[in-house]
């Protein structure tokens, strides 16, 4: 048996790129289990016996405790460390970025970069509500980052971890970073913090 920590995951998706990001850059042993959705092996007996959400990333211990939520287990792996800074508040500042992704950002970027890559849909036709989110998802990081290196503190935290892996994708949904100078700067900051090739 494998004494290692296991991560459930898809290197397509951004949610599950995430943990692999933080899994990488903090040296945590781990074996990454490559789950195909489209086969349906998150839906199977043993999957869901996992987690009942029939959801990737998943992590999963020896001991037989799991986790599931991209952000709480970026939360777990970062604790103690400088992607999760101590100080309270800056925690929480922290953990309303990690929200903001979870309910404006990756529901719009993420879904139109699914329509697009895995429905093969045109880029005009995308579900417009999410162009017209994401495109306010991103702006509103264009005119954060404006003036600041990082989201939040004065270093890479998981609230750009969390935010990187759909954002650098952005492209793939139809949407043009050419006129968003700071979060292009931001990105490229990010692929350097993690030693990601742009
Ligand atoms: N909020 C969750 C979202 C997880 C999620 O939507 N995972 C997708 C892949 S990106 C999935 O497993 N979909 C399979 C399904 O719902 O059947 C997280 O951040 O972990």
């Known amino acids: ?6 991560i459930y995951g898809d290197l397509r998706s951004g949610n599950c790129l995430k943990v692999k990001y933080a899994a990488d850059l903090l040296g945590v042993p781990h074996e990454w289990i490559a789950v195909d959705i489209a086969a349906g092996e998150t839906r199977t007996p043993s999957f869901l016996a996992m987690n009942p959400a029939g959801q990737i990333p998943l992590v999963a211990w020896p001991d037989g405790r799991v986790l599931a939520q991209s952000n709480a287990i970026l939360r777990y792996l970062a604790r103690g460390t400088t992607l999760l800074p101590a100080d309270p508040f800056l925690q929480a500042k922290i953990d309303a970025w990690l929200f903001w992704a979870q309910y404006s950002h990756e529901p719009y970027v993420a879904v139109a970069r699914f ?13 417009p509500r999410l162009v017209t989110r ?27 971890l969390a935010l990187l892996a759909y954002t650098r994708l952005a492209p793939e949904g139809g949407f043009d970073l050419s006129p968003r100078p700071a979060l292009r700067a931001w990105i490229a900051r990010c692929e350097q913090a993690i030693g990601l090739e742009s």
Do not use: C
């Open 1 to 6: 048996m494998n004494a290692q920590m296991r």
């Open 134 to 160: 994401g495109e306010a998802a991103l702006d509103l990081m264009e005119a954060h980052l404006a003036s600041r290196l990082w989201l939040e503190g004065g270093g890479f935290t998981i609230a750009d």
């Open 115 to 127: 329509e697009m890559v895995y429905l093969g849909k045109p880029k005009a036709e995308r579900d």
